[in-house]
């Protein structure tokens, strides 16, 4: 079993910063893909950016290019997303997400963690 915790969200202000953590616990044997996507009130969930285990291929959604920076620690199983200059239409429910393996021999698996709110308000 394979256990993710989000943290990191909140209340902030327009052009305002926040980090998210997503640590990953339980039993993994490797994390190949980490990532954060966004869901808005009425909206579909959209994917926001992901990094892959070796961290030499990132991707960022156009409108999270040049603001945010995803990068992950291994050693925790751990995934950040530092968002800078935020904007009122950042507001969302921020899921972490990993494809791992849990043992040498099995299959990739996918999880989601449970979310965490982003309001970006003045």
């Known amino acids: 079993q394979v256990q993710l915790v989000e943290s990191g969200g909140g209340l902030v202000q327009p052009g305002g910063s926040l980090r998210l953590s997503c640590a990953a616990s339980?039993?993994?044997?490797?994390?190949?893909?980490m990532g954060w996507y966004r869901q808005a009130p009425g909206k579909q969930r959209e994917l926001v950016a992901a990094i892959t285990s070796s961290g030499s291929t990132n991707y960022y959604a156009d409108s999270a290019k040049g603001r945010f920076t995803i990068s992950r620690d291994n050693a925790k199983n751990t995934v950040y997303l530092q968002m800078n200059s935020l904007k009122p239409e950042d507001t969302a429910v921020y899921y972490c997400?990993?494809?791992?393996?849990?043992?040498?021999?099995?299959?990739?698996?996918?999880?989601w963690g449970k979310g965490t709110l982003v309001t970006v308000s003045s």
């Open positions: 997400k990993v494809v791992v393996r849990t043992t040498a021999a099995g299959n990739d698996m996918e999880y």
């Open positions: 339980g039993s993994i044997f490797s994390i190949y893909v």
